[in-house]
């Protein structure tokens, strides 16, 4: 119980000391927007003169938000992401391995957070946060091999997730953004339609997952803040 009370001192005190610190600042609301890009494809040789087909790939995506600042310490506000990815290549037959088949997908996600975003630390132009998150994922992906069509179509809760930010202030009101996800949990609500041969298959799935990584790079991204 001790241990409890001392907890809840240290935040109540943590939050006046932020709310003192807030009030000599007018930067309140902040934005931050990413975008990504990519596109590949062609045939690739290498030093001994053999050469493979690179399978074509185009992903394109874009990330807003916007936050307010309770105080210096706490921040809080919503996020959208959308993103499209289509990639086709040649492929084993499922039926008959030997023959090259050709296979293409397409998906398309839009993400809807919450975040609640509070500062641990601050050397000089560095600052270091914690945020957590929770909303809704949603999805749909359309996958075809050969003559045989997979549409699949998907909604994901999340439960919350947690991982560390990255600041630094190259002003102001400019700020550069480094994020790397380290743990997620959640509940999730799937729902796959198969289509094949002019007859379609239905499975829903309700689940929880969850999972920690450690600075992976597909889990790293880096963005700018602005703040007015």
């Known amino acids: 119980m001790k241990r409890v009370i001392s907890v809840l001192i ?3 005190a943590s939050m006046a000391a932020c709310k003192a610190q807030t009030d000599a600042d007018n930067s309140r609301f902040f934005v931050r927007g ?27 995506g874009v990330t807003t938000e916007a936050g307010y600042r309770l105080n210096d310490c706490f921040s809080v506000g919503p996020m959208i992401k959308f993103g499209t990815e289509q990639r086709k290549e040649m ?9 090259l088949i050709e296979f293409a ?29 929770m909303g809704i994922d949603k999805g749909s992906t359309k996958e075809k091999t050969g003559l045989v069509v997979k549409k699949t179509k998907s909604m994901k809760m999340i439960g919350f997730t947690i991982f560390p930010l990255v600041f630094y202030d190259f002003s102001d009101k400019f700020s550069l953004l480094t994020k790397v996800d380290f743990l997620y949990f959640g509940g999730f609500l799937r729902t796959d339609k198969y289509e094949k041969t002019g007859e379609t298959f239905k499975t829903h799935y309700l689940g929880f997952d969850s999972g920690f990584r450690v600075f992976y790079l597909a889990d790293v991204s880096i963005s700018f803040i602005y703040k007015f």
């Open 10 to 12: 240290l935040m109540i």
């Open 34 to 60: 990413s975008i990504y890009l990519h596109n590949q494809g062609g045939t690739s040789t290498s030093l001994n003169g053999f050469s493979t087909d690179v399978p074509s790939a185009f992903l394109f």
């Open 91 to 99: 492929k084993p037959d499922p039926d008959n391995p030997a023959q």
């Open 105 to 133: 997908s397409n998906d398309l996600t839009w993400v809807f957070d919450v975040f609640g975003r509070y500062e641990l630390m601050r050397r000089g132009k560095v600052t270091l946060h914690i945020q957590t998150q």
